[in-house]
T-cell receptor, first 113, second 108 residues
Framework: DTGVSQNPRHKITKRGQNVTFRCDPI?????LYWYRQTLGQGPEFLTY????????KSRLLSDRFSAERPKGSFSTLEIQRTEQGDSAMYLC???????????FGPGTRLTVL | GQQLNQSPQSMFIQEGEDVSMNCTSS?????WLWYKQEPGEGPVLLIA?????ELTSNGRLTAQFGITRKDSFLNISASIPSDVGIYFC????????FGTGTSLTVIP
């Protein structure tokens, strides 16, 4: 399968703990996006990378959130000092350019107790 | 962030019926995409539209990119139980913006 993969699929953590999620995009796609989705809502943009460069960050992305894509391939999203409000589905998508089309991974469901 | 106006919010239909849903925006978009999402999974791309006025089909699904570039619709013909899910539209300008979703229930 050459689609977008995300790990872990589910994460349960206690408030105050740090968590890290990984996304492996489709190999020939150079843009990678992170979204957060809560129940009953569409995905909300968090940040995106063009190769290894983080080009845009949403105001939703507090300083407890950090994302990296060190070699322009996989990406990690870390949340420090998790809060109950961080509970959501975190989605990664990679983009095929010209024309722009996004393909999503299966998501990581985070539950903060 | 910006979200598109998607309607209806939910639909309950009999198997075999046709379904129509649409998205509108105050902004012009270059691309419209339609996704289906099932519980606990990421959205799966159904149809991509790249030109104003474009009408594209994918099996029983048909979608159109509005002439004004501010709207799009998705039709599903002869619905079946496995069509159940949440359908999202997405429009792209500088970013991708998503609709709030249409939840579809198909009653056998």
């Amino acid at each position: 399968d050459t689609g977008v993969s995300q790990n872990p699929r589910h994460k349960i953590t206690k408030r105050g703990q740090n968590v890290t999620f990984r996304c492996d995009p489709i190999s020939e796609h150079n843009r990678l996006y992170w979204y957060r989705q809560t129940l009953g809502q569409g995905p909300e943009f968090l940040t995106y990378f063009q190769n290894e460069a983080q080009l845009e960050k949403s105001r939703l992305l507090s300083d407890r959130f950090s994302a990296e894509r060190p070699k322009g391939s996989f990406s990690t999203l870390e949340i420090q000092r998790t809060e109950q409000g961080d509970s959501a589905m975190y989605l990664c998508a990679s983009l095929k350019s010209d024309p722009d089309t996004q393909y999503f991974g299966p998501g990581t469901r985070l539950t903060v107790l | 962030g910006q979200q598109l106006n998607q309607s209806p919010q939910s639909m309950f239909i009999q198997e075999g019926e046709d379904v129509s849903m649409n998205c509108t925006s105050s902004s012009i978009f270059n691309t419209w995409l339609w996704y289906k999402q099932e519980p606990g999974e990421g959205p799966v791309l159904l149809i991509a539209l790249y030109k104003a006025g474009e009408l594209t089909s994918n099996g029983r699904l048909t979608a159109q990119f509005g002439i004004t570039r501010k709207d799009s619709f998705l039709n599903i013909s002869a619905s079946i139980p496995s069509d159940v899910g949440i359908y999202f539209c997405a429009g792209t300008g500088n970013q991708f913006y998503f609709g709030t979703g249409t939840s579809l229930t198909v009653i056998p």
